[in-house]
């Protein structure tokens, strides 16, 4: 069984997640997003609210788990049986950031593929600090994240 996980900081989840989540389910058995906690203290959402978001936006998405992580991917992946690591790419910024944790991980654990999905043109300016930086200024989400996401963002930044 091919096992995927796609780790991030999904805070919160956007269309650019999604799309990558949709796209990975079709290339691994199981995909298993995993919330990093460790960026814990400068998150919006918690690790356990940001898990709720993604559990209610892929409900329609079968060969799926949602979990939360900390410390080294690699051993994580190793705990999950995973053998590859999912991650989006938008910009060069991405590719030069991407290329280096890859790298290592790669050295830490060569029996790990990290497979890299390019995202699709109508996404690449999305990122969850730019939706936070909207939704503080309680401006429209509705092309940028899924509706769930939305209501717990305007939770944030009521008006
Ligand atoms: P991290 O803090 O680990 O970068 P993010 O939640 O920002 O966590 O992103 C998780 C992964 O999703 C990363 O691989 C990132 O490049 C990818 N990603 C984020 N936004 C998009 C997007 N709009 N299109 C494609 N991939 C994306």
């Known amino acids: 069984m091919r096992i995927?996980?796609?780790?991030g900081s999904f805070d919160p989840l956007t269309n650019g997640h999604m799309d990558i989540i949709e796209r990975a389910v079709e290339i691994c058995d199981k995909l298993i997003i995993s919330v990093a906690t460790n960026i814990a203290k400068t998150a919006l959402f918690s690790a356990q609210e940001r898990v709720e978001i993604i559990n209610n936006c892929c409900k329609h998405i079968n060969n799926l788990e949602v979990t939360s992580f900390d410390g080294l991917l690699v051993d994580y992946c190793h705990e999950k049986n995973a053998s590859m690591i999912i991650r989006g790419l938008r910009?060069?910024?991405?590719?030069?950031?991407?290329?280096?944790?890859a790298t290592v991980n790669r050295k830490l654990a060569p029996n790990i593929e990290t497979v890299f999905l390019m995202t699709k043109g109508e996404y690449y300016f999305i990122s969850s600090h730019l939706v936070k930086e909207i939704a503080s200024f309680s401006g429209d989400l509705t092309s940028l994240v899924p509706r769930f996401a939305q209501q717990k963002l305007q939770q944030k930044f009521p008006n």
Do not use: A
Not at 91 to 101: R, V
């Open 91 to 101: 910009t060069n910024m991405d590719f030069e950031y991407e290329k280096s944790i």
């Open 4 to 7: 995927g996980i796609y780790p």
